[in-house]
């Protein structure tokens, strides 16, 4: 490929990015969030030895306590989940309304949401880094194995932010108590965060999760290896049945309209290794693109299929 055509491609892909919905880099407005219900505790510029810093804030219920015995679910893209007034598109998944009236109503136990910010290193950290082991040789030297940064990200979680979270709010710590979750990009981390640290996570939810690995700079123009590395990865290394939770779900417009035939290929992996509907539940939503507002719609049955006090 000669250097005009290479410009081409890079100016695509930028282009690409840049005007992805499922991207987001960052990107948010000068107001700070505010929420509804419960409260917020920010910690501004989290320090790593990990990752770069970013913001990171805490979410409690209406009339929680400090040492209250209660769930922890961890969520990605942070800056999207409380005020849509602050956020980049003007959309949010209501965290603080939805989560506070499924623990009002007790169809769920008392959880506290913690809220990592990404940054514009969010591809790189919410990508799955030993994936690539899953890739056929010949195709392992077209991409940069330092685009990955997945497991950074979750040491980083494992290792610095969960042993915070555990001493400053004195929660449920164990892994039946843990919970993580996102979007696209954030599914997937949150899918491989369960294969790579089920002894910490006891659930997972993963909405609209990027299976296709489409359009990802470290993919380049065939993605269809690194989508079939990922099932090979997940038939590998999925917690046995049984041990922990997972949700999938996926639209049927937008850019989810071309993640249905992967989630089925996962859904076929996750139920040949003997996951059964009472820890395993996979979702497709008619008409629902790929944005907050779809996701915050349908965030009750998540948080439910996870936390449900009528599932323990």
Known sequence: MNI?????????????LAGGAWMWWGR???????????????????????????DVAVWTPTGYKTGDPCNVLYMHDGQMLFDASSTWNHQEWRVDEVVDSLIAAGAIDPCIVVAINNTDERLEEYFPNKVWMYLPESERDNDDQQKMDGDDYLSFLVKELKPFIDKRYRPLTTREHTFIMGSSMGGLISLYALCEYPQVFGGAACLSSHLSMQKLPVVGDDHEPWAAALRSYVHEHLPQPGTCRLYMDHGTSGYDGDYGMYQERIDEIIKSKGWGDDCYMSLSFNGHDHNETFWASRLHTPLEFLMSKKSE
Do not use: M, N
């Open 4 to 16: 005009a055509k290479k410009l081409l491609l890079v100016l695509a892909i930028v282009a690409l």
């Open 28 to 54: 948010t407005s000068e107001k700070v969030a505010q929420v509804s219900k419960g409260h917020l505790d920010r910690y501004p510029q989290f320090e790593s030895q990990f990752i770069v810093p970013r």
